[in-house]
T-cell receptor, first 112, second 115 residues
């Protein structure tokens, strides 16, 4: 069935390094993707989104890359900080209602 | 309020009991979503409201689950005859209008534990 999944369950990086979190999706008709950050005990927080007519989108310290050929999405975080420690989810927007399909999540651990 | 609020924050119940979970969306947001998050998992879509109608209920796992919404305000998710597999965090989100490309703002969730 349709699914959005993540390659690595846990990523550990040194403070100041760049982080890359990957995501694969299976529905080739998907045309909108979102990255969320979830801290312990909180709801997901929007980070950045990208539509399928784009390959790259940049925000503050974050970049999302979309490769539609291999159905792959990545989130790059520059100069990772301790406050970036959280679980990161990619999500796929299905249909016109805004219904989101989430991957399982990657835990990002930042070592000081 | 400034964001989406949910109550209670934690709920412990016995198997077979009914529970009601409440969501207060951001004022003025017409779209409201319920998701379920099992431990260590991503979120699973349950139901979508546009106003007080629910055009997409496809994620409700069984007829023990139901939800309603009053106008463009509060929503209640009800789980009847709770089972241990219902234990999860239930998250609510709202967006200014429904549909794709509209950011969903999430509440902190209600952690449900069924003993």
């Amino acid at each position: 069935g349709e699914s959005v999944g993540l390659h690595l369950p846990t990523l550990s990086v040194q403070e100041g390094d760049n982080s890359i979190i990957n995501c694969a999706y299976s529905n080739s008709a998907s045309d909108y993707f979102i990255w969320y950050k979830q801290e312990s005990g909180k709801g997901p927080q929007f980070i950045i989104d990208i539509r399928s007519n784009m390959d790259k989108r940049q925000g503050q310290r974050v970049t999302v890359l979309l490769n539609k050929t291999v159905k792959h999405l990545s989130l790059q975080i520059a100069a990772t900080q301790p406050g970036d420690s959280a679980v990161y989810f990619c999500a796929e927007n299905i249909g016109n209602t805004g219904k989101l399909i989430f991957g399982q999540g990657t835990t990002l651990q930042v070592k000081p | 309020g400034a964001g989406v609020s949910q109550s209670p924050s934690n709920k412990v119940t016995e198997k077979g009991k009914d529970v009601e979970l409440r969501c207060d969306p951001i004022s003025g947001h017409t779209a409201l979503y319920w998701y379920r998050q099992r431990l260590g998992q991503g979120l699973e879509f349950l139901i979508y409201f546009q106003g007080n109608s629910a055009p997409d209920k496809s994620g409700l796992p069984s007829d023990r689950f139901s939800a309603e919404r009053t106008g463009e305000s509060v929503s209640t998710l009800t789980i009847q005859r709770t089972q241990q597999e219902d234990s999860a965090v239930y998250l609510c989100a709202s967006s200014s209008i429904g549909g794709r490309f509209n950011e969903q703002f999430f509440g902190p969730g209600t952690r449900l534990t069924v003993l």
